[in-house]
């Protein structure tokens, strides 16, 4: 079987290595020059625009789309003039699947499949396989099961057809609201470990402990071991976190359908709370207890 | 009538004030000199001991405790033995109310009376009068309603005997607990309305507004107002909020009563935020996504 | 002044009362005929149609809406082609403020000018007064000083132009996610002390205390301590707590601003939560439980 | 090596099986007959009275509690008069880190050494091994490393000393907080998956995809796709989820050590929140909203 990959970055890159290496013949495209370089050293073959893509590959094609989610819309537009009916186009980023629905239906309008694949398993994928969650027509899904089969973990596992177009991509949003939240939770408690002097816990030892039998083991926890591993005190981190679009969306998606998720909720704020500075909340917080109560006001340096 | 007051610190100096002014006689006692003095030139009499202020006062006694919650311990311990059976101790401090239970206790050995006594209010009780929650036994209560008359913004309203010893002290503690969850409900309204760049809204102006005929009007409104029309930016205000124990205990007997008190609670944390430095969370946090995304971390400088 | 009221539901009928009390003299319409009788017998001229509305008010006309804010869009395009250049809109109702700067906008193309009002204080407003927050041009909002001045507490105060067109809403949004936080805050605070047998506590007692020299005074414990009076244990109300959107816009929109904003977001989440029948998130809990702990199950009945 | 296990339940069953199986000498009291029984007849030796176990263990003895919390107090109380100098307590439940520290003294007293073992795993450690960590002096739990090795899932790995006595139940108790966040994150996301009704999710098969290569793959995760698999609408079973003290207690650190752990408190009140029949605060909500707006209030059964 074959495949263009639109977008080498990091995520792009290593998916095309994965599919190349499970037998399945890869052409990439990505605009940058540097991204075809790094991608055509490992052995793939690379073209320098989305023309020559499309006629690198053998009809029906299949294009997995690996582009930040804000270029889409862009990329599809360039790229539908250039299909032909009975293409597929897999959009394997993190798009929001209410964006997915409609352009599933731009492609319709010119009989090109569109198959949303929510796409984890970050740098690790490569060597571990991807978790493939997978929304779309029943016939057009079966038919691209060898490139799923590659991608994931093993041929018949970590992979799977959820629902119609939209249905992947929600999946993945859903993981990673809980991701969020199984992260918070992790992090919570190292802090509390962290702060608990009078014990002097080792935290990377903690953390390694909990690997083996208890009820918190995860890959998060391997890797938060990793983490504490290298650096016990996380010397040199900001404190400081981003966030992605899916949490948000989680959030929202959740309050429209009046399903309360408050952890999930929290563990966003918290991201948003990180990145403040001089947060106006807490400076309303100490102006009002020095109204009321006379409390004496901490000046800032400002 | 007459009272002791001991601990003449900002509430303790007002509130002798007060009962002077209404017609209470008031003999203040502080270890330190210059709150005697300050207090002293307001008219009230002071003493400079226990004993004095023990001598000073016509029996039964009634001693009045505005100390702060730690040292109430102590000052029992010196006070009780110079008490006669039939004096009455009022503690009209922020103690939790399991300890004044135990106090009473420790009173009636003593055949000492105790009541205890929530005052809310802060530096505005003085010139609007005090809310006071009263817990002690009904016959007790009664004898020093004078004081309470005096105290509270009007004869007939603003204190109330709410039940047993502990019951004035527990509702102080509840009362403090809707203050945290009111209080940070608005400074995260303003925050919003100062974050929406695109309005540029007039903070003062809009909670001036609001203090005329809206759902949200309320007396930490009236305080937000002035605070804002004084510093609309909050310049020099560092966002850091301190707590006192009410919102601690109230979170706890929160859970210990089995009763669900997200946003009490969730107020109390926020307080804990606002004083975290290089948060062990956050760090945390960003060392997950490092792990599993290779997303960028941001380095501190430290 | 004249004005045109459309809408007279609860706060429109009582709006063109309170207008009309104050010397404005009004015109209702409302597609109800019960709701068009009501009013007429309270002295207010009514009306049957939208054209006849028009046609009985002086240009340039002033037309203020009082409808739910699923139908303001249907009556603006109703309205519209029946006015002329130089007429005013005014939604007075709880719109969200960006459909309010595209409605504007719309209104501009007709050379119609629009005026965003938000308006606090329930049912409660045609005697004390609404609070009013106004966004539009400064010119138009001027013209229209003698409405805003009869309909708020006084002519001098409870109604300011906050800013251009969308910040009136905007600013009424905010007020009641405040409102949501506050709302909790007591709630929890009252479930506090009701939980809390031992003292056998009076709240209809304590929310009365509260009302006169506390810190957490304020009209909705007005409101409190007159529901805890009429109906001590809040009998044959059932624990279950509409929102309308105006909770749900002010999370979205502090997610968006990245304002964390915990006490007004779980505020909303626990309403959504009242009306949870048979929480799946529990379910799922209690099966995880059993599936490592082997931890009984309940059973439920259905 | 030889061990005494006091308590057969569900635990101390099991653990004594593995201990067994891993070469270490059991001898278990229990006071109840049908669990001495069961135990028996898996081929671990089994005494009716504490008497009886002391006297069938060699000096110095090892003695293993595997009971209620709220009985360890009781236990030792009858243990320890019956024990020498040299002898060794381990206490293997789920005990609070700070009654572990002071049962450390009582045991002192009698020259017996003490040592806290936070036990994770549930009803799979029999098969899988324990996650154990403890607390205690290094000579103390050196000597016991064959216990250790036989009950973790490897003699290498999944046990560890993380510090002085307490060290155990302390990183235990927030392993149990950590794991109250993970449960609710996971418990949201299935129920917003399940709310989506549009895409007719088969969360059995979600969850069965997410073990394999995603990030939130976990052992919880595993568990989870077991129970949805046998019970996909989770029918038959009661959104009412209990809580352990080890919950409580983290929140409760958490606060006491000035560090913020939204999530994992959250996820605690949200069990509190699950067991609530007829919410006084939700009705205090509904009542408020009914005062202010003439928001019909929705009537109760009772």
Request: overall charge negative.
């Amino acid at each position: 079987m074959e495949l263009g990959m639109i977008g080498l970055g990091r995520m792009g890159a290593n998916m095309a290595q994965r599919l190349q290496g499970g037998g399945i013949r890869v052409t990439g495209f990505d605009p940058g020059e540097q991204a075809r370089a790094q991608v055509g050293a490992k052995g793939v073959a690379v073209v320098a625009s989305l023309q020559a893509l499309v006629q690198a590959l053998p009809a029906p094609r299949v294009l997995w789309l690996m582009v930040p989610s804000k270029v889409v819309d862009a990329t599809l537009e360039a790229l539908l003039p250039l299909l032909s009916p009975g293409d597929v186009v897999v959009d394997g980023g993190n798009s929001w699947y209410r964006e997915s629905q409609q352009r599933a239906g731009r492609c319709a309008a010119h009989q090109v499949d569109f198959v949303d694949c929510g796409t984890s398993g970050g740098v690790w994928g490569l060597q571990e396989g991807y978790c493939l969650m997978i929304g779309g027509e029943q016939a057009v899904v079966s038919g691209l099961s060898p490139l799923f089969q590659a991608l994931a973990p093993a041929a018949d596992r970590g992979w799977a057809h959820v629902g119609p177009v939209g249905a992947g991509h929600f999946s993945k949003m859903v993981h990673n609201g809980i991701e969020y939240g199984m992260m918070q939770a992790y992090a919570e408690g190292f802090a509390l470990l962290e702060k608990k002097a009078e014990f002097a816990l080792d935290l990377a030892q903690i953390a390694e402990v909990w690997r083996h039998g208890s009820v918190v083991r995860s890959w998060l926890l391997d890797l938060s071991a990793d983490a504490l591993r290298q650096n016990p005190a996380l010397d040199g981190i900001a404190p400081y976190v981003e966030d992605s679009g899916e949490g948000r969306w989680t959030v929202s998606e959740a309050i429209d359908l009046d399903v309360p998720a408050p952890v999930i909720t929290l563990s966003l704020l918290e991201r948003l709370r990180s990145r403040e500075d001089n947060s106006f909340t807490d400076r309303m917080l100490a102006a009002m207890r020095n109204e009321f109560g006379g409390h004496a006001i901490k000046r800032s340096d400002g």
